[in-house]
């Protein structure tokens, strides 16, 4: 086939993921797409992919995601003529320890809260679906029958044909070799065979995508690993409807193929494969078997499957597949480049998510915003450090070994650490901080009192933390601690334009006069909540914004993205030049006031106010802003002077007993207080107004902002859906998200955060409750309530407003 010399839009790829994308570009789009292949379909990763395909994630718009996968599967060859090899089997997920049970009752109850349906069942039912197999040590089974398997490739070509079918074009045996580009655009892709000018491209190259990236100056944090599996020969009394079988415990999975299985699994000391660029002519390639490595897996499966010890192998496959640092996918648009699009590193998840991956990238890419939530798998969820090779590969292996491990709440990566300290590392070490990692941010969690291991001991219960950090969460509610919080993003906005510039793009009335304080939400064209963040006024035209720290490369990436033409503006990355040191509890402005002599009383310095102030001689952005539900002020220091700053504090605090405090103790005092986290509680899928938050809107001005028109088209009518927090009185319930919200005994919405209000002595979540009918504050407070915990039904008090100081009288005090 002729190269064009000009497309809408350029897919790189012709594995699953880069065929899903065309045939939705095409099919749904009607866009003028060509996709580029530089050997054959499939011949990357594709083909020899296991093919199981399960469904339920812990993230709820992953698993719709998933589900329109299977949907799709089953329904493909009916529009293509050619079958996807698509099996509806269902799949047994089996636990053999008291925690994985713990885990699956969890996840049976995250399935409940996302429509899916998932039995536990016993070891002696699970005998009777799978005959073969030595059930003795099982304590039950999740089963889940919407799972399945199909064929990668039949999969693969039937939406190659079906995007076809609906005027994509396909063209094999064509290398791209870089990209014309126009400041931050490419105006074209470069192959082996001539340019193609070109709106969009859309990187979906496999192991090859972090290659493809880089040719525009891309990240891609991605890394080939070696993964194995067996076929073996016919085994008697296997069954061509055998479910699929995961068996975590013993880290391998098993599914039915002509009357064999094929068998394979994640081990904890898994093999790299190369770190320097994948040869362009890897097409339909394996390594060499490696027995000596597969036994550790062999020897569980025979365990299992005792036939196994009989059954002849037919082959063995060794081939790359593409894992990443979380062991999560990457889809969206890329930071570094205005108009590339990124589908690659799935995980082996790739069957699986083929499908949906390639419907929501298509809507994506033309649309500009994800259709809904996709945070969890966002390309913007890295950073600047993902460019290290070495620190992806090393980080991706650890990712690769926690495949079938326990998911245990409050679970730290250990690798690659430290990466990224703040000037306080050594002092907070020192007094028996137990730091987590965020973003390679090394942030204390919480401090462990003499006498106490200064180490995380995972459970599925209470943890070994939990009677330590309500202590600290105690000292803020009634004396006063420091929090560090120098991993905060931070930007800066300049110009002639500035505020022409965050007027629209914040919902947040952020225009007020210099010295004033803005909580703020930047939202999507559907109203949905895309960053939630607070903006000071330094001067007319200088803005500060401070975000999460995790959040960095998005809202930075979406600031940009969406700045108006309107005078001169200047978006700097400040991240790495100041500390924060958070100063909150009762008796904050005691302390402060004895280390600066700025006037710090309420009237001269109220809440949502900045001022710079010197303290230990180092000018200090003061900022009265709060997210524990005290009197409190973030102090933005230079970053050198960090370390006499807190010195200060704590010399100045001794005598009401100041402390620091860590980031549980923080979630634990948010909570009480009703504050939400974005990416759980508040996503692109939730408006200002479900979220309870339209007072932060500036809706009763006529400025315009993005995100506005849909507000005022869904203004008069009811919610369906309203954020509620609820109280629980069982003294042991352990809240961790996703459990499932009743109301007079029918299901209504799920926890979409959870944890321990220690001022209020019970656990406490917070979620959306929905009602298609709409959901008012006479409906809601007339309700009885329950939550599905791990399965149990536990009574539940609903709180409309803070559970803690709900008329705010701390904050401002």
């Not at 998932?118 to 799972?147: C, F, K, N």
């Not at 365990?303 to 996918?329: C, H, W, Y």
């Not at 890329?334 to 499908?355: K, R, T």
């Not at 959306?768 to 007339?782: C, I």
Request: aromatic letters at 10%; one cysteine or more.
């Amino acid at each position: 086939m002729t190269l064009p010399d000009k497309v809408q839009i350029v897919v790189i790829g012709g594995g699953i993921i880069g065929c899903s994308t065309a045939y939705h570009l095409a099919r749904d789009h009607k866009a003028d797409v060509v996709l580029l292949e530089q050997g054959r379909l499939t011949s990357g990763s594709t083909w020899h992919a296991a093919g199981l395909v399960g469904q339920l994630r812990s993230s709820a718009s992953i698993t719709r995601v998933l589900k329109y996968s299977v949907d799709l599967y089953k329904r493909l060859d009916a529009e293509t003529g050619l079958a996807t090899g698509w099996k509806m089997t269902g799949c047994l997920r089996l636990a053999t320890t008291p925690d994985r049970w713990t885990e699956f009752r969890r996840l049976a109850t995250t399935a409940r809260s996302f429509g899916m349906e998932m039995h536990l069942i016993s070891p002696e039912e699970v005998r009777r679906m799978s005959p073969l197999m030595d059930v003795s040590d099982l304590i039950g089974a999740s089963w889940l029958p919407t799972d399945g398997q199909a064929s990668p490739s039949d999969i693969t070509q039937s939406l190659a044909k079906g995007a076809r079918m609906h005027g994509a074009r396909i063209i094999e045996g064509v290398r791209v070799t870089g990209f014309v580009t126009a400041g931050r655009r490419i105006t074209a892709v470069r192959t082996d065979r001539g340019d193609i000018a070109c709106e969009t491209v859309v990187n979906c190259a496999g192991m090859w995508a972090r290659q493809v990236g880089a040719m525009a100056g891309v990240t891609v944090p991605l890394q080939p690993l070696k993964h194995q599996y067996i076929v073996t020969d016919r085994i008697p009394g296997l069954g061509a409807d055998a479910p699929t079988i995961r068996d975590p415990d013993r880290r391998t999975y098993f599914k039915e193929e002509v009357g064999g299985l094929v068998m394979g699994g994640y081990e904890p000391d898994p093999q790299p494969w190369i770190l320097d660029d994948v040869p362009p002519d890897w097409e339909f390639r394996l390594f060499d078997d490696d027995y000596d490595h597969f036994e550790q897996h062999m020897n569980q499966a025979i365990a299992r499957i005792p036939a196994l010890r009989e059954a002849g192998v037919k082959q063995m496959i060794n081939g790359p597949e593409s894992f990443t640092p979380d062991g999560n996918f990457i889809l969206g648009a890329a930071p570094e480049c205005a108009n590339m699009f990124v589908g690659a590193g799935f995980n082996a998840f790739g069957i699986a998510s083929g499908g949906g991956a390639g419907w929501v990238l298509a809507e994506w890419a033309m649309t500009g915003e994800a259709p809904l939530d996709l945070w969890v798998v966002d390309i913007r969820r890295f950073s600047d450090m993902h460019r290290d090779r070495r620190w992806v590969a090393e980080r991706t292996l650890e990712a690769y070994g926690k495949h079938y491990t326990i998911a245990y709440p409050h679970e730290e990566y250990e690798s690659g650490r430290p990466r990224i300290v703040s000037p306080l590392y050594g002092r907070l070490k020192a007094l028996r901080a137990v730091f987590g990692s965020k973003l390679g941010w090394e942030r204390p969690n919480w401090f462990a009192p003499a006498g106490m291991a200064a180490q995380d001991i995972y459970a599925m219960g209470r943890q070994n933390w939990f009677g330590a950090v309500g202590e600290e969460h105690a000292h803020v509610r009634n004396a006063v601690g420091v929090f560090d919080q120098s991993s905060f993003a931070k930007f800066e906005l300049a110009g002639a334009g500035a505020a022409l510039a965050l007027d629209w793009i914040c919902a947040g009335h952020v225009t007020r006069p210099p010295g004033r304080l803005t909580y703020t939400q930047l939202l999507n064209s559907r109203g949905g909540i895309e960053a939630d963040l607070t903006v000071a006024r330094l001067a007319e035209d200088r803005f500060y914004i401070v975000t999460g720290t995790g959040f960095r490369s998005h809202d930075a990436g979406w600031i940009a993205d969406h700045l108006p033409a309107v005078g001169e503006v200047r978006l700097a990355d400040v991240t790495a030049d100041w500390g924060v040191l958070s100063l909150m509890g009762p008796r904050a402005r005691d302390v402060l006031a004895r280390v600066t002599a700025a006037d710090v009383s309420n009237a001269a310095f109220p809440f949502g106010h900045v001022r710079e102030i010197i303290i230990a001689g180092a000018p200090v952005r003061a900022l009265r802003v709060t997210y524990v539900g005290e009197l409190g002020w973030e102090l933005h220091v230079p970053i050198a002077a960090t370390g006499e700053v807190f010195d200060a504090l704590m010399a100045a605090g001794a005598a009401d007993g100041i402390r620091p405090v860590g980031y549980r103790a923080l979630d634990s005092l948010r909570l009480e207080k009703g504050y939400r986290a974005w990416s759980s509680d508040i996503t692109p899928n939730d408006t200002p107004f479900e979220a309870g938050l339209g007072w932060a809107v500036k809706m009763r001005s006529n400025i315009p902002f993005l995100g506005r028109a849909a507000l005022e088209r869904a203004a008069g009518a009811p919610l369906r859906k309203r954020f509620a927090g609820f109280a629980l009185d069982d003294p042991d319930a352990v809240l961790v998200g996703r459990e499932t919200i009743l109301r007079d005994g029918e299901a209504v919405g799920y926890l979409t955060s959870g944890g321990f209000g220690y001022t209020i002595g019970k656990a406490v979540g917070y979620g959306y409750v929905r009602n298609p009918a709409g959901v008012t504050d006479a409906w809601l407070s007339a309700g009885n309530y329950e939550l599905v915990v791990a399965g149990e039904v536990l009574a539940a008090r609903i709180g409309l407003r803070p559970f803690h100081d709900p008329e705010g009288l701390r904050v401002k005090a």
